[in-house]
């Protein structure tokens, strides 16, 4: 997830509404602003990690042949 980038007056605006809350609520919220800045950055996703690709020693023609020769093909029509 990305960061959040805002400018002054969005800043200003913040300080607005928290301005009013009381002392504890202030400590609480320095507290967490505190720790999120100095907590480790979370890793980046690998993207590499969450897709793959098919490994096989066999031609893609030989895939081809043994898919087809597993298939099962009943023609037999059932009386109702």
């Known amino acids: ?3 959040l980038v805002v400018n002054n007056s969005t800043l200003d605006k913040y300080f607005g ?3 009013n809350l009381d002392i504890d ?3 609480n919220l320095i507290a967490k602003l505190t720790k999120s800045i ?9 993207l590499n990690k969450i897709y793959g690709s ?3 020693s066999r ?3 030989e895939i081809i042949e043994e898919i087809e020769q597993s298939r ?3 023609r ?3 009386e109702l």
């Open 72 to 74: 099962y093909n009943n």
């Open 38 to 46: 100095n907590s480790n950055p979370k890793s980046k996703l690998n």
């Open 25 to 27: 609520s202030k400590k």
């Open 54 to 56: 098919w490994h096989d």
């Open 17 to 19: 509404v928290l301005k």
């Open 59 to 61: 031609t893609a023609d």
């Open 76 to 78: 037999d029509i059932e």
């Open 1 to 3: 997830m990305g960061n």
